[in-house]
């Protein structure tokens, strides 16, 4: 099974719109965290906003803001007044303990936003 | 510019072939990731060394191995390379150990086997 399913291979917005990016995890970790990054055609990867499983406040980040619903399980990315600069691929991503005690990163598959003017 | 430099941008190479990736983490940082990204798997966590040590394993063949120096930097190395390993492989570093903050990417190598 996916532990981290971004059911949205490709999303559409207008300029200054909002948009929300849909992120469900699975996982069975008392203590985790959730992340999103942005890959734009140029290939980077770049991150964007962080949300610990025990953080009780929604993270946010300029114009980035995490949607946390802990008992749906889920971690949406809301990115408010969309610029046309924010057309790229956005990752999920989330950090949980291993059996062997380490952290393991798990990424989605992503979801392509196209900003049109 | 995320501070993290990866060498080289691009590889070109055959099938069965051995190849190393070079990487060194921004400034402070002392974790290293490796990922490797392709149209079918996606991204795909490989390892994670911490301080010289490994840290944490994921999907990561027999065929691969890495390393991080004294000074920070790592190697990923790739043998008897396969056409199913053209993908592009991300460096990632971090200042903790345990995945809590976050990941700073560099550019990125892309490998093309022939």
């Known amino acids: 099974a996916q532990k981290i399913t971004q059911t949205q291979p490709g999303m559409f917005v207008q300029e200054k719109e909002a948009v929300t990016l849909d992120c469900t995890y699975d996982t069975s970790d008392q203590s985790y965290g959730l992340f999103w990054y942005k890959q734009p055609s140029s290939g980077e990867m770049i991150f964007l906003i962080y949300q610990g499983s025990y953080d009780e406040q929604n993270a946010t980040e300029g114009r980035y803001s995490l949607n946390f619903q802990k008992a749906r399980k889920s971690a949406n990315l809301v990115i408010s007044a969309s610029q046309l600069g924010d057309s790229a691929m956005y990752f999920c991503?989330?950090?949980?303990?291993?059996?062997?005690?380490?952290?393991?990163?798990?990424f989605g598959r992503g979801t392509s936003l196209i900003v049109h003017p | 510019d995320s501070g993290v430099t990866q060498t080289p941008k691009h590889l070109i190479t055959a099938t069965g072939q051995r190849v190393t990736l070079r990487c060194s983490p921004r400034?402070?940082?002392?974790?290293v990731y490796w990922y490797q990204q392709s149209l079918d798997q996606g991204l795909q966590f490989l390892i994670q060394?911490?301080?010289?040590?490994?840290?944490a394993k994921g999907n990561i063949l027999e065929r691969f191995s890495a390393q991080q120096f004294p000074d920070l930097h790592s190697e990923l190395n790739l043998s008897s390379l396969e056409l199913g390993d053209s993908a592009l492989y991300f460096c990632?570093?971090?200042?903790?150990?345990?995945?809590?903050?976050?990941?700073?990417f560099g550019p990125g190598t892309r490998l093309t086997v022939t």
């Open positions: 060394y911490y301080n010289g040590e490994e840290r």
């Open positions: 990632a570093s971090s200042v903790g150990v345990d995945g809590a903050y976050e990941q700073y």
């Open positions: 400034s402070g940082d002392l974790s």
């Open positions: 991503a989330m950090r949980e303990t291993s059996s062997g005690g380490s952290y393991i990163p798990t």
